[in-house]
């Protein structure tokens, strides 16, 4: 263990841990926010019922992050956590209302009711998605730091950058939602899907660009890592392959039904939710080279926020047993619940 980069392990392990969160709870979110969209009953009924199997261990993900950091970088931990706690909070109370409006949907015997709990499962997963959107912009602008504690205001993080990533990550879930439905379903619900994911691509690429235009200008590293030699060779490989991905995200939402192959046309039509997810991989991949090795944009290296060796490797060791457990059960649910979902099953049926 002494020989080991620790940090830079840990470092790589929380990154993982918070993309997963991203992917994984991103869609299921995305169909939350996509709910004002779809018809009212069997579109609606359908599209929960492609996430009712794996939404809630997708948040697995989420404490694995939050906690890890504070066990391994709990310096970063106690300045970060300050400069953030609105957005986390509302952020965390919108996914609990979420779930909240999730279950009772379904038991809810009156149209009226099941409306309000359908606008609140639409609500819960807006915000949720805006406020994660809000601390990432807030983290990325810069957190005023003096000394080894946190010494900004309360309303720091609220500011026009913040809330440009904020509607971004909202517009770039919806697309992981509507891409993920015309994976799991068909008919009209799949063509309403497609329809969304269209607008929803040209709309999050939209924010994507906006976001890396402005980056540079926040931080003097930024510019150096995507405009200077020899980081610059490497750093634009990230815009062309979002080109090569927009292309085939495109052709592939456009691609006609293929009649009596059920095999092909799924995986054909798994093809834009894989090219969604590769964008965000290469959106934070583009997130990583800006910051790099920074855990506290402008204050802190991750080398600097760590905690004690013994601490690290102490907590690397339940890692190890933990997290492929998490990755192994996390397979098999996806595995055992393959397939398109119809009207009328599900796994609340």
Avoid at 24 to 41: E, T, Y
Avoid at 130 to 136: I, P
Avoid at 261 to 284: E, M, V
Avoid at 301 to 322: E, K, N, S, Y
Wanted: proline content about 6%; overall charge neutral.
């Amino acid at each position: 263990m002494e020989q080991l980069d620790l940090p830079l392990i840990w470092a790589l392990l929380l990154a993982t841990a918070v993309f997963l969160y991203i992917a994984m709870d991103g869609f299921d979110l995305g169909v939350g926010i996509l709910f004002p969209r779809l018809a009212r009953g069997e579109q609606r009924d359908t599209a929960v019922n492609s996430i009712a199997p794996v939404w809630d261990g997708n948040e697995t993900w989420l404490i694995l992050g939050g906690g890890g950091l504070l066990a391994v970088f709990p310096l970063a931990y106690a300045i970060v956590m300050p400069a953030l706690y609105m957005p986390l909070i509302v952020m965390l109370l919108a996914l609990i209302f979420r779930g909240v409006a999730f279950e009772m949907r379904f038991r809810q015997e009156t149209e009226t009711g099941k409306r309000a709990w359908d606008n609140g499962f639409w609500l819960g997963s807006t915000v949720a998605a805006f406020c994660q959107g809000v601390v990432l912009g807030a983290f990325v602008q810069g957190i005023a730091v003096e000394g080894r504690g946190y010494a900004g205001g309360w309303w720091d993080w609220l500011t026009p950058f913040s809330v440009l990533t904020g509607v971004a990550l909202v517009a770039g879930y919806g697309l992981l939602g509507a891409t993920w439905l015309v994976w799991k379903t068909e008919g009209a619900l799949q063509e309403v899907a497609r329809r969304q994911a269209r607008w929803l691509t040209l709309v999050t690429l939209g924010f994507m660009a906006a976001v890396s235009l402005i980056m540079p200008f926040l931080e003097p590293t930024f510019a150096q890592r995507w405009f200077r030699a020899p980081a610059l060779f490497i750093a634009w490989i990230v815009p062309v392959l979002v080109v090569v991905l927009t292309v085939i995200l495109f052709r592939a939402l456009a691609a006609p039904p293929i009649p009596g192959k059920r095999t092909s046309l799924l995986w054909r039509d798994a093809i834009p939710f894989g090219c969604t997810l590769g964008l965000f991989l290469l959106g934070y991949a583009g997130l990583g080279i800006s910051l790099w090795p920074m855990i506290v944009p402008g204050a802190l290296t991750i080398w600097q926020a760590a905690a004690p060796p013994a601490t690290q490797a102490f907590l690397l060791v339940g890692a190890a047993v933990l997290v492929p457990v998490i990755l192994v059960y996390t397979g098999f649910v996806y595995w055992l619940f393959r397939g398109k979902v119809r009207p009328g099953e599900g796994y609340h049926h």
